[in-house]
């Protein structure tokens, strides 16, 4: 099975900027779909981003459009969350997420791997 690590997160005044990465075991996968995903306490886990393996077509949730970039390094097997215009409403713990067989990007149940999370917190 696919191992996913994230790391990246932190605390971070609000209007900055993190970058999140998510390190994948073994080759590139082909054919893959790659997303993150966040869970503030008390809430349920929403989407974020997601990229087919082509990387030529991207999704955001509309809370974050035009402020996060997901993007990949496939030489790494890194995917990456570039977290621009950060917002206190932005805090949660991050999680990246894999799948060979992703229909849904936005439901959970699609991606069969997922990573142990990191926590980004933005300060008012």
């Known amino acids: 099975q696919v191992q996913l690590v994230e790391g990246g997160g932190g605390l971070v005044q609000a209007g900055g900027s993190l970058r999140l990465s998510c390190a994948a075991s073994g080759r590139t996968f082909i054919g893959y779909t790659w997303g993150w995903f966040r869970q503030a306490p008390g809430k349920e886990r929403e989407f974020v981003a997601a990229?087919?393996?082509?990387?030529?077509?991207?999704y955001y949730a509309d809370s974050v459009k035009g402020r996060f970039t997901i993007s990949r390094d496939n030489a790494k097997n890194t995917l990456y969350l570039q977290m621009n215009s950060l917002k206190p409403e932005d805090t949660a713990v991050y999680y990246c997420?894999?799948?060979?067989?992703?229909?849904?990007?936005?439901?959970?149940?699609?991606?069969?791997?997922w990573g142990q999370g990191t926590q980004v917190t933005v300060s008012s």
């Open positions: 990229m087919r393996w082509t990387g030529t077509t991207t």
């Open positions: 997420a894999a799948g060979p067989r992703v229909m849904t990007i936005t439901i959970r149940g699609a991606y069969d791997s």
